[in-house]
């Protein structure tokens, strides 16, 4: 039985066709189909005869080296004029060098020579550096000794008349870092007892203005008077109306009356007026307060 019947059978029986065939081994149909007529002469050449053969058979599960038994290729005569398509199709079934991989390639030595040249800068200038800074020590050998010396040769009358001024200069500014530190605050000098408690405050500041203001919760008597019992105002403090601030820079004493204490807050200057006595124990409250200017 000849090569080509036996393929062309073998095909047959497997019920697949030439472009099946064509689509497995990716050899031309027309190559194809002249093995199955057992014309070999119209392949490209003896080699790629007994290739193709055995890429046929190797498609339709046959042993190659049976089916090349007596295959004699010198009696196929060699077609050069067709080795390109062949050629160009084997080319077209190698895997093709994915794009930018040459890229890739030199990626690392571009890496090693960045390296190096950012080495050898950060290298000169370090070096640089440390030049510059001997050339300084150099010029400048005796600095220290003659700071020294200038020091050595000051009469002792100077140094302690530097030494003493330096100290009036650390006093005052101690006094006034002290004076700008004092802060306004209230002092409790008598707390008052009983229903309706009056309590004596003294209330120190360092500024040349005084000034009542008022938070309110809950509506409330109060009544504002002076040392002389001058009447400075009289109202009903309501939360709905936010009160007026109260400028007492001109007088030394107050006297407050507070019909209910727990719904009202007052600050002199921003600082708040504790009740001495606590607005949950006792509504009602009256205090006396003595305005006092720090020196």
Known sequence: MQIGERLREAREEKGLSLEDIQQKTKIQSRYLQAIEEDNLDDLPGKFYARAFIKEYALAVDLDPSEVLEGFDEEKIQSHTEDNAPYARMSRSNEPKEAKGSSFLSFLPTVIVVILIIVIIFVGIILYQKYWSS?????????????????????????????????????????????????????????????????????????????????????????????????????????????????????EDQLYINVGYAPGVKMYLNDVEMEYPVSAGDENHQKLRIDLEKAD
């Open 134 to 250: 001997e050339d300084d020590s150099a010029n400048n050998p005796n600095d220290n000794e003659v700071y020294r010396d200038a020091n050595e040769e000051k009469p002792d009358n100077e140094n302690e008349e530097a030494e003493e001024n330096e100290n009036e200069e650390n006093e005052n500014e101690n006094e006034e870092n002290e004076e700008e530190e004092q802060e306004p605050e209230f002092s409790v000098d008598e707390k008052g007892e009983g229903t309706s408690p009056e309590s004596k405050m003294t209330y120190t500041y360092d500024s040349d203005d005084v000034e009542l203001t008022f938070e309110v919760e809950e509506e409330a008597y109060f009544l504002l008077q002076n040392g002389d019992e001058e009447t400075l105002e009289e109202t009903t403090l309501n939360p709905d109306a936010e009160p007026e601030p109260i400028d007492v820079s001109d």
